[in-house]
């Protein structure tokens, strides 16, 4: 017992830095986690909010028929009846939004059609395939094919 | 005056019952709302992928349209998702010759002669969206999760940048974004899913190789693919419950 009241002061030191040290380890905790910290899962759940808040560049095919009845018409029953149409002409929230502000490029020449029908082996055998300088000449698809019905109309007139 | 034994009951009681609900009251004045949007409820849906590879033309539709949704840097070449290019000798499935050139953005110059004896396919590539995710086990900080409803998402506002979940995906699906130093990858477009859009990839597949499914929701097609094809996911021995179906896997994948 008189050892340990010898050693008081140098104890009692002690206990204050362990006692300074676990308040600022609160402290430090308390200002660095997020308040929800945890409420789901080892994760702040505000980091839902923040990846479902990016912006939209896709609207979406049906976006796209709402207003775009006579295309709709036009595919019906034809190849790319069931493609999405930002799958050709690119992402169009943009131009959903204010459609008289931002108007979408056409796709032409050849680049686009050519994205998924250029002979490749790797492709599935039954998929509609070209090699170019076989198929024509360099024209544009679009002379003689519709995209939103893909029939050869050139033959047909 | 000494207290009754009814008065001491009585305090007691009611101790105890301002206490429970002042606990409660500031257990969830501490935990706050969660932060979700209003019409999208996370635990009535649980997300996943169904890939045909019989059906994949590897037109790159899918890794064009990624990289304009989801602001995915475009040089130098990083991909939340891409495509790869099989060719192989139908009795060496241990050797495959795998090729991505960009990741499929410019679409395969045509490298193998038709009939040469070998097996030529693409398989899309994309976050399995794990249901025991390594990422997820090594982030030290919890700036990676596995959200309520299934996507493996990242928090960029917490993210260290210090790699471990890069070298965890045995999918090579991580990437560090070079103008924020935070790692990225596919977040299943998140911001779309929850808004009752599909993917961008779903959305621009022209032939519908690639459908976003809710494993959660009975109606789904995706339950339908899963029955009728002999579907499989990619590395099953790495324990990770890969959440992305693909029909017609070849067992040269990797």
């Known amino acids: 017992m008189s050892r340990f009241l010898k050693n008081k002061e140098h104890l009692g030191r002690m206990a204050g830095l362990f006692a300074l040290g676990i308040t600022a380890f609160f402290v430090a905790r308390h200002l660095l986690v997020p308040p929800q910290f945890g409420l789901f899962g080892h994760y702040r759940p505000g980091a839902l909010a923040d990846n479902m808040a990016s912006p939209v560049q896709y609207a979406g095919r049906v976006v796209c028929e709402d207003c775009h009845a006579d295309v709709v018409e036009a595919r019906k029953g034809g190849k790319h009846a069931r493609i999405g149409c930002e799958a050709c002409h690119g992402p169009l ?33 039954t998929f509609p395939q070209v090699r170019v300088p076989e198929h024509s000449d360099a024209g544009p698809c679009l002379a003689c094919h519709k995209a939103h019905a893909p029939v050869i109309s050139s033959l047909t007139q | 005056m000494a207290t009754t034994r009814r008065d001491f009951l009585h305090h007691t009681g009611r101790l105890l019952v301002l206490t429970a609900s002042a606990a409660g ?44 949704e989801n602001d995915v840097p475009r040089e130098p070449l990083y991909f939340r998702t891409w495509v790869e290019r099989y060719h192989v000798a139908p009795d060496d499935l241990e050797h495959p010759i795998v090729d991505s050139p960009d990741g499929g953005y410019d679409g395969f110059p045509e490298k193998y002669k038709a009939n040469d004896g070998s097996k030529n396919f693409f ?14 086990q090594v982030c030290p900080v919890g700036a990676t999760f596995d959200s309520p409803d299934g996507v493996v998402l990242v928090d960029k506002t917490y993210c260290l940048g210090c790699r471990y979940c890069v070298q965890a995906c045995p999918y090579g699906c991580r990437f560090i974004d070079p103008r924020t130093r935070t790692v990225d990858k596919c977040s299943l477009c998140y911001h779309r899913i929850t808004k009752g859009l599909t993917t961008a990839c779903c959305e621009t597949c022209p032939t ?22 002999q579907v499989h996911v990619l590395k099953p021995q790495m324990a990770t419950h890969p959440k992305v179906y693909y029909n017609g896997l070849d067992g040269s994948v990797r």
């Not at chain 1, 459609?99 to 599935?124: I, M, Q, T």
């Not at chain 2, 997300?47 to 990624?66: E, F, L, P, S, Y």
Request: hydrophobic fraction near 35%.
């Open chain 1, 93 to 125: 929230a943009a131009h959903a939004a204010s459609p008289g502000d931002v108007v979408p490029k056409r796709p032409g020449g050849r680049e686009s059609c050519l994205h998924c029908h250029l002979f490749n082996v790797a492709r599935p055998k």
């Open chain 2, 123 to 136: 398989v899309p590539k994309l976050c399995s969206h794990c249901t025991a995710s390594p990422c997820v």
């Open chain 2, 25 to 68: 009251a500031w257990e969830a004045l501490v935990a706050g709302r969660p932060e979700t949007a209003e019409t999208y409820r996370t635990a009535a849906h649980w997300w996943g992928m169904a890939i045909d590879i019989g059906k994949c033309i590897g037109c790159g539709n899918c890794v064009r349209a990624c990289k304009e």
């Open chain 2, 208 to 229: 519908g190789a690639r459908q976003l499914g809710d494993l959660k929701n009975p109606t789904d097609p995706i339950h339908a693919f899963l029955r009728d094809h």
